[in-house]
């Protein structure tokens, strides 16, 4: 079945490092795949999103690069703030069984704590 | 504003006893979803709805239940037969309209047991 595969984390930076979050997947054919955030006591927020090979979502400084060769959607981001602290999730999305309901498929999750 | 609202933000439930979560949106989407997050699982499908009056089990769909009356409205009921319940509930909705579309999220209810 799908699966998806985060870096362990949590991940401590300081501010204006440099963030890299590694994101693997296990999927049929040609999925979608998202990176999610979520801040505190709330809900996850779509951060950007890829559709096919070598395209590259983009959001808020936020990158990352669909890659199917290595089956990777890695995380990135040149220079962390503090207000980046938050949990990332990466998901993979795909027709299943012929039916296209967008099931979500996450990874467990990568704590992000950057400080000052 | 468009959304989705979930209701309570804090549930607390008793032994033997059903509670249900509200989830409501505005944003005219056709699917809903029910997710169970706990900690470092990452978001486990429960149930799924792609229109009204239709709905379809997810991954850990025993002991609950879901109904689907109203496009706008998807509420989760938590049986009793969920022995483990305590967790962090997401609903989310989506266009369904293929694998490439976002799903958008509400902030979730904890539910925890008394």
């Known amino acids: 079945g799908d699966s998806v595969t985060q870096m362990e984390g949590p991940v401590t930076l300081s501010e204006e490092a440099f963030l890299t979050i590694n994101c693997t997947y296990t999927?049929?054919?040609?999925?979608?795949l998202f990176w999610y955030v979520q801040y505190p006591g709330e809900g996850l927020q779509l951060l950007l999103k890829?559709?096919?090979?070598?395209d590259k979502g983009s959001n808020k400084g936020f990158e990352a690069t669909y890659r199917k060769e290595t089956t990777s959607f890695h995380l990135e981001k040149g220079s962390v703030q503090v207000s980046d602290s938050a949990v990332y999730f990466c998901?993979?999305?795909?027709?299943?069984?012929?039916?296209?309901?967008?099931?979500?498929?996450f990874g467990q999750g990568t704590i992000l704590t950057v400080h000052p | 504003d468009g959304g989705i609202t979930q209701s309570p933000k804090y549930l607390f439930r008793k032994e033997g006893q059903n509670v249900t979560l509200s989830c409501e949106q505005n944003?005219?989407?056709?699917?809903m979803y029910w997710y169970r997050q706990d900690p470092g699982q990452g978001l486990r499908l429960i149930y799924y709805?792609?229109?009204?009056?239709?709905?379809q089990k997810g991954d850990i769909a025993e002991g609950y239940s879901v109904s689907r009356e109203k496009k706008e409205s998807f509420p989760l009921t938590v049986t009793s037969a969920q022995k483990n319940p305590t967790a962090f509930y997401l609903c989310?909705?989506?266009?369904?309209?293929?694998?490439?579309?976002?799903?958008?999220f509400g902030d979730g209810t904890r539910l925890s047991i008394l």
């Open positions: 890829a559709t096919k090979a070598d």
């Open positions: 944003l005219n989407h056709d699917a």
């Open positions: 709805s792609q229109i009204v009056n239709d709905f």
């Open positions: 998901a993979l999305s795909r027709n299943a069984g012929g039916t296209s309901y967008g099931k979500l498929t």
């Open positions: 999927a049929t054919g040609y999925p979608s």
């Open positions: 989310a909705t989506g266009l369904g309209g293929g694998s490439n579309q976002p799903q958008h």
